[in-house]
Structure formats: C-alpha cells, structure tokens
C-alpha cells in the first residue's frame, strides 16, 4: 500500500505531501494511501558517508551476509539510509538491493601496503601492483576504490606515506579509467598533499591537511569525511604507543590537537565535506548523529551545513536521489527542527527505506 506524509521537507522548508509508492516519491496524491506521519522534519535519512559493514568488533572480517546486515541495522535504526563503505574484507554486493539494508555505495577491499595496515582487512600490494589491485577492487565495489595513503612505519617509528607519488598517479588513473572513483585513508601531511595533487576524489580523516592543502582541495573539488569520532580516539593510540614509538605517539597528539580548526578551515575554503563516523573495527554502529554534532560544536559548522553534509548533499554526492518528485523512497521524521536543535537527529520518529517502515 503507498504511504503519505505531510511534514515540513527540508532544506526546502515548506510543508508538502509525500507519498511513497514502492521504492519511488511522488508529490501527486493518491488515493487510500496510509497516512503514518502528518507533523514534523522531514529528511531523506542520515547518510554515513564512511562505514564499515564488513568489519567486525576487534578489526577482523565480518563472518557473513547476516553479520553485514546486523551491523547495518543499527545504523539504520538510528536513521541512517545511505551508507558509503569505505572499504570491507568480506564482498557482500548481495546486500546492495536488500529491502532491510541502507542504500549502499561500496569500496572493495582496502588497498594497503605490504604488512602495514590492519591484519586481514586490506589487500595487501607491493607499489608495482596498486594499478592492477586498484582496478581488481573497482570490480568488487560499486563505485568507489579506498586506499591506504599512510600507516605506521615500525622502522621509521612514525606515519610514513605507503606509496610514492607515481604508484598514487596510476591509482588515481586506474580508478577513474574504472569508472570508479578513489578515495584514501590519510592521517600524515605528505601522503594527503600528494593524494590531492593525484587528483584523488576524496580525502577520509585528512588530519594532516595543510592551509596550502585545503585551497587545492577547494579548488579541485576533492571531498573530506574527517571522522572526528575516530580523531578523538588519537589519544588512545598514542598512549598505547609511547613507550616503544615516542615519535609516532607525539606526532597523533600533535593531528589531534589540530583537526578541528583544519576541518571548519576546510568548511570555510569550501570543501565539499561530508558526514562518516568509521564505524566498523573499533568504533561503534549508529555514531552518524554523534558525528554530526562534533562537526557543529568541535569544527564550526552551522546546523545548516551539517545537516547537508549527512543528509540530502551527501545523497547526492553519492548519487541517492532524495524526496523529488521520482526520488528514492526514504525518509526520516523528527518532531522538532533539526535546523535549531541538531541533537533531536538522536531521535528519529519514523524512518521509511525503500518505501517500507522501519519505524
Ligand atoms: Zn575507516
């Protein structure tokens, strides 16, 4: 049966009639439609523009579809309805058209460096073969390739770029020559600098961006998902590092201590900058909200341009079209304006995806 709501559409701003008939929005009526909301914020659902769905509690592969669809569930039934995976071990392409599951724009597998990333999350290259598994990983993805830009060196004691900047030229090439587009994990200032100047699409973390960095990001168009949630836990790391990479743990302190003013920088120059909690390894599932908040109270961004940033322009960014007319059949329902009091997106009060209630 369709379904109608009437409620104030944002960013619009004006009170409409939705109706939802099986996967699709429409503004004209129809008849016996079952009216579940007539009050409130109408959204297209949060978006979480950097998660893991393939990675379990502990950073190990999930062990199959039904671990991937649980991890998801959370998400949303916090009312996120679009997910971009930034990388996952475990291919669950099956997932991409399932009722229960957000809207999903996946990398395949991480492309990491030779016994420097996560164990048994990346596909692990030497520099010679990142074309090669950049264009294998398009494959398993549906529109995106993730990276590994830099990780710890155990010799060096500190960050170090993974790649040299020719082996990053032919990635980025691969990706695109994919129809993909690319995306890296960057937490040091050399490997995002050259990431950009690469060409790259997208910059996750981004914590060693400088002001020089920011304005090619700008001009350029390249996005950041700055995953505050995941910066905050730089202490973390950095305690557990002291003792045997001093350096290393001085320099995590040092991006910390940093990123904010990097981020609202970014958001000032014009970045396109979007939500991503990193959930999936050590951080939790259902964190959109919570990120969301930290980039308005911790970065500077308006209520406005955070509810953009994890809600219509990230749909849009990742090609979800939202409540138009022949838009993609979800929605979120909040009883106060998110524009004035971001932290009622803590409280959905119906969510709808793919034309089915959730809540
Ligand atoms: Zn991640």
């Not at 916090?78 to 475990?90: E, H, K, N, Q, T």
């Not at 995106?144 to 790649?163: F, H, N, Q, T």
């Not at 305690?239 to 743990?249: E, G, I, V």
């Amino acid at each position: 049966m369709a379904l109608h709501v009437r409620g104030v559409l944002l960013p619009d701003d004006e009170v409409v009639d939705l109706w939802l008939v099986g996967d699709r929005v429409t503004r004209t009526p129809v008849v016996g439609a079952d009216t579940i909301s007539d009050r409130g914020f109408v959204l297209p659902g949060l978006v979480d523009a950097h998660c893991h769905i393939g990675i379990a509690q502990g950073s190990r592969p999930i062990g199959g579809l039904d671990e991937a669809r649980a991890l998801a569930a959370v998400d949303r039934d916090a009312g996120v309805l679009a997910i971009r995976d930034a990388g996952s071990p475990y291919s669950y392409g099956e997932l991409d058209d399932d009722p229960d599951v957000p809207r999903l724009a996946r990398a395949g597998q991480h492309v990491a460096p030779v016994r420097r990333y996560l164990r048994d999350i990346g596909v692990e290259v030497v520099a010679a073969d990142v074309a090669g598994a950049v264009a294998t990983q398009a494959k398993a993805g549906n529109g995106w390739v993730k990276l590994v830009g830099d990780w710890i060196d155990r010799e060096v004691g500190d960050l170090s770029p993974a790649w040299d900047v020719g082996t990053l030229a032919a990635a980025v090439q691969a990706a695109h020559d994919a129809g993909v587009r690319m995306t890296a994990h960057c937490f040091a200032e050399e490997s995002v600098a050259a990431l950009v100047a690469a060409g790259i699409d997208c910059v996750e973390h981004g914590t060693g961006l400088t002001a020089d960095g920011i304005v090619e990001m700008a001009s350029r168009g390249t996005a950041l998902v700055p995953t505050m949630i995941n910066i905050e836990t730089f202490e973390a790391i950095a305690a557990a590092a002291d003792d045997r990479f001093p350096t290393y743990a001085a320099h995590m302190r040092r991006l910390r201590a940093a990123f904010p003013s990097i981020v609202g920088a970014a958001v000032d120059a014009g970045v396109p900058v979007y939500v991503g909690s990193d959930a999936g390894g050590g951080i939790d599932h259902g964190m959109a909200a919570a990120e969301m908040l930290m980039l308005h109270d911790k970065a500077g961004m308006s209520a406005d341009a955070v509810l953009a940033a994890g809600s219509w322009g990230a749909r849009e960014w990742l090609g979800f079209p939202g409540l138009v007319e022949g838009g993609l059949a979800d929605l979120v329902v909040y009883d106060a304006d998110p524009r004035r009091h971001l932290d009622v997106l803590h409280n959905p009060k119906r969510i709808v995806l793919r034309g089915r209630v959730v809540l």
